[in-house]
C-alpha cells in the first residue's frame, strides 16, 4: 500500500482524466453516436421489415382463407340451384305426366260418351228405319190381303175367330 | 484415439528421460544464474513496472546507451518549468533549469543541489522535495497514441456506415459487434432504460483499457494499465458518474434503507457510504493488480530463460512464457469486459427505480 502510494504519480492522474474526458467527448461526438445511431436504425429497419413480412404473410392467408370460403360459398350455391333444378324438372315432369293423364282420361270419356251416343242414335235410327220399312211391309201386305172379297171376309172371319179365343 | 495418444506421449517421454535426468544435474550444477543476475533481472521488472520519462525501445547496459525518445519534463515548482528528460542523461546527470536543480531517481524527479545529493530517510526512501510533475511521460505518450488511434479506427467506423448504405467495413466488422455486445449485455442488462447517456463512457473504457493493456503485451515494454495512477483515474471518473447520475432511490439505499428495522439503518448507512468508496477502490486495485501480476510473473519467466543458460531449462521457460502470453492476452481483454461491466452495474444502482418492500 505504501509503495503504492509512493508510485502515485499526480502529473500521470492529472493527464489520465484530461485524456480521457476529451477522448469520451470527442468519440461521442464523432463515433460512438453515429455508430450507434447506424446500428439502431439497421435494427429498426431489420425489425419493420420482419414485421411487414409477418403482416403480409397475415394478409396473404387471409386472402387465401377468403378465397377458401368463397369457393366454398359458390360450391354450395352450385349445390342449392343444381337441386333446385333438379326437384323443378321432377316436378315438372310429374305435373305434365299428371295433366297429360288428365287429359287422355278426358278425351278418352268424351270419345266413350261421342261412342255411346253415335250408338243410341244407329240404333233409334235402325228402329226407326226397321219401324218403316214394316210398316211399308204391313201395307203392302194388307193391300194385297184386301184386294179381293173373299179374303176380306177370310180375315174378319179369322179375326173375330181370335177375338172369341181371346174370351 | 485415446490409446494412441498415451502411446505416443510414453514414445516422447522415454525418449526425453535421459535429458530429463541430465537437465537436473546441470540445474543443481548452476542453480538459477548468479546473484547479480537475478538483481539484474529483478531492477528491469521493477523499471519496466514504473511510468518513465523517456521512451526508451532497447538499452545496451555495458555501455550505457539507450535507444529511444527522450520526452518532454513539465514541473511546476515556483513557476512552470518546461525541458527536455535528455538533460539528465538517464539519471547520470542533474539537470538545471532556471536556478534550480532537479535529478531523476528510481524514475522520480527530485529537488536537489548542483552536485545531485539525495538524502534518504530510515525507509531508505529519498526525503527531498519533490516538485509537481506534469511531465509527458511514456504513459502519456502511450495514452495519447491510443486515443488516436481509437479516434481513427471508430471515427472511420462511424464514417463507413454513411458511405457504405448503413453497413460496416474493414476493420469495422470486427469492432460492430463488440459496440453492439457492450451495448446488449453490458449496458442494457444492467442499466436498464436510461444506458444512452452511459454508453459513451462505457465504450470508451472499455476499449481504451482492452488497448492499453494489449499494448502492455507488446516489446514496447510499456505498461500504462498497471499504473495505479492510471486505474485510479479511471475508478474515480466511474465513482463520479455513479455519484452524479444517481437518483432518490439510490442514496434512500444508502442512507435509510428501506424494509429493515429503524436500528439497523442506523448501522448499516455509514457501512452503505464506505461501499459507495469500496466499490470503485476494489475497481482501481482489480486492474492494477491484474495488469502488474501478469507482467510481472510473464517478465520473471522470460527471465528465467537467461538464468537457466542451458536449452532445456530455457525452452521450458520459453513453453511457460507463450503460454502465459496467451493467457495474458485472454487477461487483457477479460479485465477491460470486468471494469466496464462492473461501471456499468454501478451506474445500473444508481439509477434502480422503484425498489420492492420484500428485498
Given amino acids: 500500500m505504501e509503495k503504492l502510494i509512493e508510485q502515485f504519480s499526480f502529473g500521470l492522474f492529472f493527464w489520465q482524466i484530461i485524456i480521457f474526458v476529451l477522448l469520451v467527448l470527442l468519440l461521442k461526438k464523432y463515433a460512438w453516436k453515429p455508430i450507434l445511431d447506424a446500428v439502431n436504425n439497421r435494427e429498426e429497419g431489420i425489425r419493420t421489415a420482419l414485421q411487414s413480412a409477418e403482416e403480409a404473410r397475415k394478409e396473404m392467408q387471409n386472402l387465401q382463407a377468403d378465397n377458401e370460403k368463397l369457393l366454398q360459398e359458390a360450391r354450395s350455391e352450385r349445390e342449392a340451384m343444381m337441386k333446385d333444378a333438379r326437384e323443378i324438372k321432377e316436378k315438372m315432369i310429374s305435373d305434365a305426366k299428371s295433366e297429360a293423364q288428365a287429359e287422355a282420361d278426358k278425351i278418352i270419356k268424351a270419345a266413350h260418351s261421342a261412342i255411346e251416343s253415335e250408338k243410341q242414335a244407329a240404333v233409334n235410327d235402325l228402329k226407326d228405319q226397321v219401324a218403316k220399312l214394316s210398316i211399308e211391309i204391313a201395307e203392302k201386305v194388307v193391300r194385297q190381303e184386301l184386294s179381293d172379297k173373299d179374303k176380306q171376309i177370310k180375315l174378319v172371319e179369322g179375326m173375330l175367330n181370335d177375338v172369341t179365343l181371346n174370351n | ?359
Avoid: C
Fill in chain 2, 1 to 359: 484415439m485415446r490409446r494412441e495418444f498415451f502411446e505416443k506421449i510414453l514414445v516422447i517421454v522415454l525418449v526425453l528421460s535421459p535429458f530429463f535426468t541430465w537437465a537436473q544435474h546441470e540445474l543443481e550444477g548452476i542453480s538459477t544464474g548468479t546473484e547479480s543476475q537475478r538483481e539484474d533481472i529483478k531492477a528491469f521488472i521493477d523499471h519496466h513496472l514504473l511510468d518513465s520519462h523517456y521512451f526508451t525501445f532497447t538499452e545496451d547496459e555495458e555501455t550505457g546507451t539507450h535507444y529511444g525518445i527522450p520526452l518532454p519534463v513539465i514541473l511546476w515548482d515556483n513557476g512552470l518549468k518546461v525541458f527536455s528528460a535528455s538533460k539528465f542523461h538517464h539519471g547520470e546527470e542533474v539537470a538545471e533549469v532556471g536556478g534550480e536543480y532537479y535529478t531523476l531517481y528510481h524514475n522520480k524527479i527530485y529537488k536537489t543541489d548542483a552536485e545531485g545529493t539525495i538524502t534518504y530517510d530510515e525507509d531508505h526512501h529519498p526525503s527531498n522535495a519533490k516538485p509537481l510533475d506534469f511531465s509527458i511521460t511514456k504513459n502519456v505518450v502511450t495514452m495519447v497514441l491510443v486515443s488516436i488511434l481509437m479516434f481513427l479506427l471508430f471515427g472511420g467506423l462511424a464514417k463507413s456506415y454513411t458511405k457504405n448504405g448503413g453497413m460496416p467495413k474493414g476493420v469495422g466488422r470486427f469492432f460492430e459487434p463488440l459496440v453492439v455486445f457492450i451495448r446488449d449485455d453490458i449496458a442494457i442488462p444492467n442499466i436498464g432504460k436510461n444506458y444512452k447517456k452511459y454508453m459513451s463512457f462505457l465504450l470508451t473504457i472499455f476499449f481504451f483499457i482492452w488497448f492499453l493493456n494489449l499494448l502492455g503485451m507488446t516489446p514496447l515494454g510499456v505498461n500504462v494499465t498497471g499504473n495505479i495512477a492510471i486505474t485510479f483515474a479511471l475508478a474515480m471518473l466511474t465513482f463520479l458518474i455513479t455519484t452524479f447520475t444517481a437518483n432518490k432511490n439510490y442514496w434512500g439505499h444508502i442512507f435509510w434503507m428501506p424494509g429493515v428495522p429503524k436500528l439497523m439503518r442506523i448501522v448499516l448507512a455509514p457501512i452503505e457510504v464506505l461501499g459507495m468508496f469500496i466499490k470503485p477502490f476494489s475497481l482501481m486495485i482489480r486492474l492494477y493488480a491484474n495488469m502488474t501480476a501478469g507482467h510481472v510473473v510473464l517478465m520473471s519467466i522470460i527471465g528465467l530463460m537467461f538464468l537457466f543458460k542451458n536449452w532445456i531449462g530455457s525452452s521450458l521457460s520459453f513453453g511457460l512464457a507463450f503460454a502465459l502470453s496467451i493467457l495474458e492476452l485472454l487477461v487483457a481483454a477479460l479485465q477491460a469486459y470486468i471494469f466496464t461491466m462492473l461501471s456499468a452495474l454501478y451506474f445500473g444502482m444508481a439509477n434502480e427505480e422503484h425498489h420492492d418492500e420484500h428485498h
